[in-house]
């Protein structure tokens, strides 16, 4: 089993930045991806970010990509979700997880095997 728990949520105005961290403990070997992924209210859970922990590989969703930035700490068993140019869009509560994948793709019924328990972005107009 992996465990996974974020970090860094919180409320921003538009324009602003959040970090998001999500720490990893236990089997950690088994998890060859991680990243995140955001659920706003009313909506489905969509793909955000995802980075393949030994190749260093990184993957965006076209609605972050560029004001979003993905990266791991290995000595930490962290990975990170750098949030700029904030939109009110990208409210959403943001879920860090884990696979054996090291590609998200195709993301069409991709369910990654570990999951966080999820932090609150709100971003204020």
């Known amino acids: 089993q992996v465990q996974l728990v974020e970090s860094g949520g919180g409320l921003v105005q538009s324009g602003g930045s959040l970090r998001l961290s999500c720490a990893a403990s236990?089997?950690?070997?088994?998890?060859?991806?991680r990243g995140w992924f955001r659920q706003a209210p009313g909506k489905e859970r969509e793909f955000v970010a995802w980075?393949?922990?030994?190749?260093?590989?990184?993957y965006y969703a076209d609605s972050v990509k560029g004001r979003f930035t993905i990266s791991r700490d290995n000595a930490k068993n962290t990975v990170y979700l750098q949030m700029n140019s904030l939109k009110p869009e990208d409210t959403a509560v943001y879920y860090c997880?884990?696979?054996?994948?090291?590609?998200?793709?195709?993301?069409?019924?991709?369910?990654?095997?570990?999951w966080g328990q999820g932090t609150q972005v709100t971003v204020s107009s």
């Open positions: 997880a884990a696979d054996l994948r090291g590609s998200p793709y195709p993301l069409q019924g991709f369910n990654p095997g570990y």
């Open positions: 236990g089997r950690t070997f088994s998890a060859y991806g």
């Open positions: 980075i393949n922990i030994s190749r260093l590989s990184t």
